[in-house]
């Protein structure tokens, strides 16, 4: 696949095709005019267009040292390298989002080092301190603030930790070096199709992930999905699995699972078993703000079967995503008029009113970057 600039999609994202502006261009015809709808899609796919900066650090004999910025380019690995071999590769997910003011501000990125660090114990590589992710996080974004488009596209930063140390060897023992590479890509949405509802094909056979990376963003997680996903697309045309071993529901390959209605908002209680997602964390607390009442607790396909209200994903990349539809293998139910739920709009509106710098960030969760 052709990687393309990071300048050039911004640019296109910034002509008056995409976001938020409603506006006119005259068409090839003398006279013709042409209405251009707000479009999400003008953004090359999500993650597909490399920021030009990237900010790397690594450790020598398992001490960390200072992380530097250079141009996006291929990385140094032995391929003797314990994550190529061993699987010791975890990441995270974030976003600076621009603001109508036009400033940069980062989104809970606290909360993302924490989870990182979390994956690199579970992972046994050099923990990364939170300083030095923190700093490298800031300082990819303010590298990259030319190519951070406007709402509703984001500068997506990603954080890269892997296993490093050149030992085939090492199969059954920790790697005692690694890499922290802090990437970043201007993107707009996730889910292709702009706003559109999700169908989710419910999978209660298969597991997500290994009961002892539930709640690890570890590579291998990813892969172990693929197969339920892709399945789920050819078979049901489902976008996404949620994985429900044993009839629980935890959550998708990619975004955590909230059922909604007028009065509440109810997900799975933290356990050891899924992602502890930082919009999931958010949309609970505005869900509390605005008068809901929050549920947090076992979720059965039982009451999925029966549920008579609105479903979404919450995410990084997926915002707060409304769900239309559940299968059930043979079995579909239709969530209201299968379209995004209005709860589900309004969390997301409150949401990206904060981030967009839009509302009182009275949780102190945004911090504004400079270059
Ligand atoms: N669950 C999984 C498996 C994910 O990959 C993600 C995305 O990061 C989430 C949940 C949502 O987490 P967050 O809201 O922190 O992005
Ligand atoms: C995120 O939302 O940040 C994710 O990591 C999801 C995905 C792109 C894997």
Redesign the pocket.
């Known amino acids: 696949m052709a990687v393309r600039s990071a300048a050039a999609a911004v640019a296109a994202s910034n002509d008056g095709q995409h976001g938020t502006q409603h506006g006119t261009q005259h068409g090839a015809e003398e006279g013709e005019i042409v209405t251009t709808q707000p479009d999400t899609t003008a953004l090359p796919a999500f993650g597909t267009v490399p920021a030009p900066v990237m900010v790397v650090a690594q450790t020598t004999d398992g001490v960390w040292g200072p992380a530097r910025a250079q141009p996006v380019d291929e990385l140094r690995i032995h391929p003797f390298a314990h994550a190529l071999h061993y699987g010791t590769a975890g990441f ?3 976003k600076a989002h621009r603001g109508v003011d036009g400033v940069v501000r980062l989104f ?1 990125h606290d ?2 080092i924490e ?1 990182l660090r979390r994956t690199a114990q579970l992972l046994h590589l050099p923990l990364p301190p939170a300083e030095l992710v923190d700093a490298a996080i800031r300082e990819v974004v303010a590298a990259n603030l030319d190519v951070t488009p406007p709402a509703p596209g984001a500068l997506y930063v990603r954080p890269l930790l892997l296993g490093t140390e050149p030992n085939i060897g090492a199969a059954a023992a920790p790697s005692s070096d690694a890499l922290l590479a802090v990437l970043a890509s201007p993107v707009g949405d996730y889910f292709s199709g702009g706003g559109r509802a999700l169908t989710l094909l419910i999978e209660t056979d298969r597991p ?2 290994t009961p002892q990376f539930g709640e690890a ?1 570890a590579g291998a ?2 892969a172990q ?1 693929l197969t339920p996903t892709l399945e789920a697309r050819a078979r049901y045309g489902a976008d996404q699995v949620l994985f429900a071993p044993d009839g629980e529901v935890q ?6 699972f909230l059922l909604l209605d007028d009065d509440r908002v109810v997900t799975r209680a933290l356990d050891s078993t ?9 949309v609970l607390t505005l869900a509390r703000d605005l008068g809901y009442r929050v549920e947090e607790r076992t979720v059965t396909v039982d009451e999925l079967r029966t549920w008579d209200g609105e479903a979404a ?6 915002v707060l995503a409304g769900v239309g539809r559940l299968v059930f293998g043979d079995d579909t139910v239709t969530l209201g008029d299968g379209g995004v739920g209005p709860t589900t709009t309004r969390l997301r509106d409150a949401l990206q009113a904060i981030q967009r710098g839009e509302a009182a960030d009275v949780h102190g969760w945004t911090e504004p970057v400079n270059g």
Do not use: I, M
Not at 274 to 282: E, I, M, N, P
Not at 313 to 318: C, D, I, N, Q, R
């Open positions: 995270e997910g974030l809970r909360r993302n989870r997500r992930t963003k997680n990813y999905a959550e998708t390959g990619a975004a955590n899924f992602l502890h997602g930082v919009t999931r964390d958010a994903l919450s995410g990084t990349a997926a």
